[in-house]
C-alpha cells in the first residue's frame, strides 16, 4: 500500500521545518501516540499491540509515564467528574 520510508529521520525533520515547529525524532512520535492513547482511556495492551510490542512491560516502563495532571484527569473522567473537582 505504502512505498517503503527510506530515510525517516531526515524526511521527519525536513517536514518540521516545513511546518515551522521544533525538530522531532521517531521515537517522539512514539511516544506522543502512547501517552495520547493512556491519556484518553486506551487499555495498555491494544496500545502495545500496535506498538509493535508483544507485551505491556515497555510501555508501563518507558511509554506511559503520566504527570499529576494527566492522571487527575483520568480519575476524573473515570468517575464521571469535572475535572477541576479532582484533587491531584
Given amino acids: 500500500m505504502f512505498a517503503p520510508w527510506q530515510n525517516v529521520r531526515r524526511d521527519l525533520i525536513a517536514a518540521c521545518v516545513r511546518a515551522e515547529i ?8 512514539r511516544r506522543t ?11 495498555l ?6 506498538m509493535g510490542h508483544k507485551d505491556t512491560r515497555m510501555l508501563e ?3 506511559s509515564r503520566q504527570t499529576p495532571e494527566q492522571l487527575a484527569a483520568l480519575r476524573a473522567r473515570a ?7 479532582v484533587r491531584l
Avoid at 495492551?45 to 500496535?50: D, E, G, L, M, T
Fill in 22 to 29: 521544533e525538530r522531532c525524532i521517531p521515537s517522539d512520535l
Fill in 45 to 50: 495492551y491494544p496500545i502495545a499491540q500496535a
Fill in 79 to 85: 468517575m464521571g467528574l469535572p475535572h477541576c473537582f
Fill in 61 to 63: 516502563r518507558v511509554y
Fill in 33 to 43: 501516540f502512547a501517552s495520547w492513547q493512556v491519556e484518553a482511556g486506551v487499555p
